[in-house]
């Protein structure tokens, strides 16, 4: 099939390398013409992501369209034919977070208790303040522990914002799961992401996740992608505290959080998005080996070098022209089995 992605960053291009694999046609779409994607794709139009024309253009060459981040204008594209199989709901609901909460409130799923930034004066501290829309990697929240926090920041115009109770989680954890157009939902095996300055660290998978917050994790995961009739792979973040979740977000797309399934588990999640957006049954993710993924940033060109003197560590390069700092370049699995003294040994400056 001809796939179109919008997006050609690092996400674009491990689909498009899974789906070279299965045998697909790639056409691509990104304001940039050295982009990661470039490496695999067939054919790429350069446009911007707001560049209706072109994305209405991609879906017509394509027979099928995919997307690599959330942020794609909706209100006129036109997808007569629907060839977005992901579908346009959860996509529309990812793009903001309060209408995000809402929903999965609605479905009897806690969150952290939050409010319109407008109501305010409905939280106590400490609480977060965050951008309802275009946030990622942490931009745009800010951490509120007084009134005088509140008054420092700041935000161009409050109607855009949410505030948030500050969780002082255990863990956070992340669900990749994939559901086709069968109605089959599988899950990937549950990492646990460490941060550092809102950006992803590590996602981990060592099996020490108890049983009953997998149990907890696997049923709200089930129910958030069934109820939005979503096909594809989708991630989805909770804080761990005691024995509870809480939602954090969704993304309607593979995410960062899962780039270990590549090599530490039979199936990985941009195998199983490819197979559900062309219309194929799935694979029942397995883990095959226990792994470490570590993301490495344009500050941590030092990782790539420690990393040659690992057999377990898997490298990926994503062939950008700049590393800027806190920019996503790279990522290692590090399959790890009980063997996690090989991250300090990599990440050592
Ligand atoms: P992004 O879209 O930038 O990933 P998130 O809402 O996931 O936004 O926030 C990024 C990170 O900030 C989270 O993974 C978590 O570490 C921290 N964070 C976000 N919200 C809260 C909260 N309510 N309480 C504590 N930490 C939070
Ligand atoms: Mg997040």
Known sequence: MKIGIIGGGQLGLMIAQAAKELGHIIYSLDSNDECPIKSVTDYHIVAAFDDVNAINELIKISDVVTYEFENIILDKIIDSEKKIIQGL?????????????????KMNIKTPKYTSFEM???MKYP???KSKTGGYDGKNQYIIKSDQDIDRIQIDNPE???????INFDY???VLCTRDIFNTTVVFPIPINHHKNGILFTSIVDGSIPKEIIDKAVEKSRTIVEKLDYVGTM???????GNDILFNEFAPRPHNSGHYTIEACNVSQFHNHV???TGNPIIEPILVHKSIMLNILGQNLCYIKNSYNYDEAYLHLYGKKEYNNNRK?????IIAENNLSILDEITKE
């Not at 370049?329 to 699995?333: A, C, D, P, S, V």
Request: hydrophobic share 45%; no cysteine; aromatic share 8%.
């Open 172 to 174: 956070e954890i992340s």
């Open 160 to 166: 855009n914002y949410i505030i948030e109770e500050y």
């Open 275 to 277: 197979l559900a957006i």
């Open 127 to 129: 609480s977060i303040v």
């Open 120 to 122: 305010k004066k409905k």
């Open 89 to 105: 709901k959860a996509l529309k609901i990812s793009q903001n977070r309060l209408l995000e909460k809402d929903t999965i409130a």
């Open 235 to 241: 991630a989805i973040e909770y804080f761990v505290v």
């Open 329 to 333: 370049i790279g990522h290692i699995t």
